[in-house]
């Protein structure tokens, strides 16, 4: 019999062999790197510590001894730990710089104990972070300098669900009866402490003396600084030893970078910006050999009108310089020797001419000062002048080999030397002396901003004559805080040997 037909086809009979198998399912994710990376168990109590000293050390109001102690506690605690916690054959990631780095943020965190200027130890405490991270961080990343810096807090916030598997493993599982003698023996001891130091103190006044220096304040503002120091100090030696223990990628020296096609696309821009500042240069030296005469004639300023003019815009063409430089190492080609020459060529002009903008804004601010006085902002802006010159330097140097990676970590680096540099000439006290010298030569003196300053002016405001000296010292000492031991300090304390009896008494 004959059949009726479709006009479509039967489906295709399944093979035999995918009958029974299971439908394709995507690749599973990798892991967190939480769950990938163990916690040694010395982790945490390197973080206990490390934060019980930076409760009980730091004074967070004002620079003191104990920010260096604090910072000499994480440090060993660090170092502990990740000594305990790697293989003995392992290699680490460190360098040989992270000990330089280390010292640094030591060196750094010290200048609590040796001057008194807030606005430079806080400086000096952003700075100490940095260098930290970069200690920790040791070779250098796939990831950007700006994550290196900033690496130890970051990798707090990431370890978080580090700690949390790793302590859910310990609670859950373990030796109870362990955890149960040492709960016993903590509550002992706190029981022993609780009966015999009160009878201790009241049987003897110079025990009792010691202990309610011992005794920590109890109000709200001391609990909350407690809560912050210990939660801060642990965190960040979580975090480092987090780092330290699941280093981020290294940088692959042999990696391409994206590059402009063409050599014609930065060459023209930089050599126009080269000529331009060819053509600075050469009008500073038409003016330097002519004088004032020149200036007059030209455009009727007086050599002291000049030099006081357009430094904010020399220092901004300084900085916009920088940017370029640092883009065109990054980005032109360099493939070939024709490339490397014109990148050496163009880049080294423009920065050897950089350095010229640099002693011309040096110039006109140091004038600036001598005419209108010294400030910490103009001190401030003269040193960032400085460090903007070692950069250009540094860049010349990359230029030799056209190998800058190591570029950004040497200006932070130059940045922290720069900090350190002062610290040491004591920049209050250096204000305070250039501003007293021109009052000597007859020029007006700002006593309420020397009075202003901390107890680091106090040596400068020794040379003022009567009543300005006993007006500044008086503004510098009246509300010095009462220090203890963890927030001594060298400034302050030569203060109180120094202005207690002269002060007393005087006029303003």
Known sequence: MPTETSGELPPAPRPPELLGSAPMLPHPKSPPRSATVPMPPSVLPAALVAAVAAAALLPLDRPGLGWSLTGLVVVAAVVWSHRRSRAADAAPHLTRMSPVWTVATLALLTAGAVRASEWLFVLCVLAAC???????????TAKSVLYEAFAVPVEALRSLPWVGHAVMRRTTGGDHEARRRIALSVLASLVLLAVFVPLLSGGDAAFAHVVESMTPDLSADASAEWVIAFGVAGFCVVGALYLLASPPPAEDQGAARRRLAHRVEWALPLGVLVALFAMFVAVRVVVLFGGTDYLHRTVGLTAADYARSGFWQLCAATVLTLALVGAALRWAPNSTAADRAWQRGLLGALSALSLVLVASALSRMWTYQQAYGFTVLRLLVEVCELWLGAVFVLVLVSLVRLR???????????????????????PERFIADRNIDRAEQGMPLDVGYLGRFSTDVVPAAERLPEPQRSCVLRMVVTYLPDDGWTAWNLSRSAADDVTVATVEGSWC
């Open 130 to 140: 940095v260098t930290g991270s970069l200690a920790v961080v040791g070779r250098r």
């Open 404 to 426: 800058p990676a190591w570029l950004p970590r040497a200006a932070v680096g130059a940045a922290a030397v720069a900090l350190l540099a002062l610290v040491a000439i004591d």
